[in-house]
């Protein structure tokens, strides 16, 4: 890790062990903000789908997939995320994958270990909660 990334206390998405990444079904980059905060409670990097970046949601150094960065993490968290195959291609080397949508059909959920159906809206500031809780930060 850099000192410029020790200070700032961001995780480098190739070095992180979690991993937090969100898709289009977030709808736009002004609803980022619940996706940082919880990869911040976690002490997690985040990332996103590549239509994401294109789209300049976010920057294209946090794509993952086929044509993007291939990550092994110990954890990922794809948050409305469809699942596509050129994106599990760079992530499908994670060791647990929790999936995060409102679409019981997503594709995401065949590779998933966990996997919550609903609306990222209502479920992330609960896991949000729910991680505070846990470390004694609520
Ligand atoms: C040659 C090639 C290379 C590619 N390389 C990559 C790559 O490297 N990386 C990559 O990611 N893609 C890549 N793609 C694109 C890929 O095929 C998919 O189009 C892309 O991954 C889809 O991104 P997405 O899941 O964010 O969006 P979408 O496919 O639009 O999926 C959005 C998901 O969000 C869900 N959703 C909607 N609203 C909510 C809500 N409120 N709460 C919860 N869930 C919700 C929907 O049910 C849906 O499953 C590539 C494509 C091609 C052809």
Known sequence: ?????????EVPLT???????GGRGLKG????GMVEELAKVLG??????????DAHWRPH??????TGIAIAPNLYIA?????AIQHLAGVNR?????????????PFFKAADYGIVG???EVVPKMIEAVKKLKGMA
């Open 44 to 53: 997690a990097a985040t990332a996103c789908s590549r239509p994401v970046a």
């Open 119 to 121: 609306d990222a809206f």
């Open 29 to 32: 980059p002004e609803n980022w």
């Open 94 to 106: 994670s060791k647990v994958i929790v999936v995060v949508n409102k679409d019981p059909e997503a």
């Open 61 to 66: 150094h946090e794509h993952v997939g086929q």
């Open 79 to 83: 948050i409305g995320i469809s699942g």
């Open 1 to 9: 890790m850099t000192a410029a990334t020790q200070a700032t206390g």
């Open 15 to 21: 070095e992180a062990e979690l991993v937090v990444s």
